[in-house]
């Protein structure tokens, strides 16, 4: 079966489904309402800083130590430059 076919079908059966439901009469209030798209936004930001915590931080961490491995081993070490103090002594 296509692809375009299963589709279809998916939609005649949902929208068989959707004649065979009752009203809720239900009220929900701003308040509620603020509430639940609040959840949703903390729930998706929840999720991207997970991402960003759990594995785009130890990735860059392991590319700066490969970047780190691939200078020459005969350089010396990088000393910073002498205060001011200490050109005095």
Known sequence: MKHGNLTVIFVIIAGAFSMWATP???YVGPGAGLSAVG???ALIMGV???FVGFIWYPVKRLLRKGKAAGASPNEPPHKP???SAEEGA
Request: charged share 0%; proline share 0%; net charge neutral.
């Open 24 to 26: 809720a009469f239900a």
């Open 39 to 41: 959840a949703f936004l």
């Open 48 to 50: 991207i800083l997970a």
């Open 81 to 83: 430059n002498a205060t």
